[in-house]
């Protein structure tokens, strides 16, 4: 019923910036609370960023805190990511998920998600 698919990653420099989009299929959208994680190579998934149904509430790990930014278009059934002051710790694999109980930080609290984007932070 719910599929995600994830778009805007690729190379940046340090100190750049970049923006991630998730879009989402079905007609059950605005019921979810969105979020994004990532994974880097040999590491578990990281939280970054949630966002609530309506769009009035954010959470962020302190890692991203003032650098990330998250949002959502329910309108047009899209979450997004702005990236800015990149590091090369950034880099990883990119996942939007969507959770029915609201704002969370838990990975096990959403039950559908995205197949990733790579995000390289480099020189």
């Known amino acids: 019923q719910v599929q995600l698919e994830e778009s805007g990653g690729g190379n940046v420099q340090p100190g750049g910036s970049l923006r991630l989009s998730c879009a989402i299929s079905?007609?059950?959208?605005?019921?979810?609370?969105m979020g994004w994680f990532r994974q880097a190579p040999g590491k578990e998934r990281e939280f970054l960023a949630a966002?609530?149904?309506?769009?009035?509430?954010?959470y962020y790990a302190d890692s991203v805190k003032g650098r990330f930014t998250i949002s959502r278009d329910n309108a047009k059934n899209a979450v997004y990511l702005q990236m800015s002051s990149l590091k090369p710790e950034d880099t990883g694999v990119y996942y939007c998920a969507a959770s029915s109980t609201g704002l969370d930080s838990a990975a096990t609290e959403y039950s559908y998600w995205g197949q990733g984007t790579q995000v390289t932070v480099s020189s």
């Open positions: 079905g007609r059950t959208f605005r019921t979810y609370a």
């Open positions: 966002i609530n149904r309506g769009g009035a509430s954010t």
